[in-house]
């Protein structure tokens, strides 16, 4: 059974760091891309950034471009979030989510995942 499992989230002030971590587990690692997204409060899910698990390829909302990086460890079956700089609109719940290679949908598209993660709790205070 596929599971994804997030975590690192946590209260950080503004300008801070946190990284994010995705374990995954039960599924082929490198016929997935794996997406990050952000849900504010009261808001819609919005993809953050995401890694092609075989070639390592990745993209990156432009809101965080500059701030935040998406890595991969294959060999772990882990996929990280470094956010720096954080700010205030960061503030939200994350999720890792499992898309498989040959879908329809870009990887910025919730409906579009496979796999999800529960989320992490992040808190950017001023």
């Known amino acids: 059974e596929v599971q994804v499992v997030e975590s690192g989230g946590g209260l950080v002030q503004v300008g801070g760091s946190l990284r994010l971590s995705c374990a995954a587990s039960g599924f082929t690692f490198d016929n997935y891309c794996v997406t990050w997204f952000h849900q504010a409060p009261g808001k819609d899910r919005e993809g953050v950034a995401s890694i092609s698990l075989d070639d390592g390829n990745t993209y990156y909302a432009d809101s965080v471009k500059g701030r935040f990086t998406i890595s991969r460890s294959r060999k772990q079956n882990m996929v990280y979030l470094q956010m720096n700089s954080l700010k205030p609109e960061d503030t939200g719940t994350y999720y890792c989510?499992?898309?498989?290679?040959?879908?329809?949908?870009?990887?910025?598209?919730?409906?579009?995942?496979?796999?999800w993660g529960k989320g992490t709790l992040v808190t950017v205070s001023k």
């Open positions: 989510a499992l898309q498989k290679q040959d879908s329809d949908y870009d990887a910025f598209t919730p409906r579009g995942m496979d796999f």
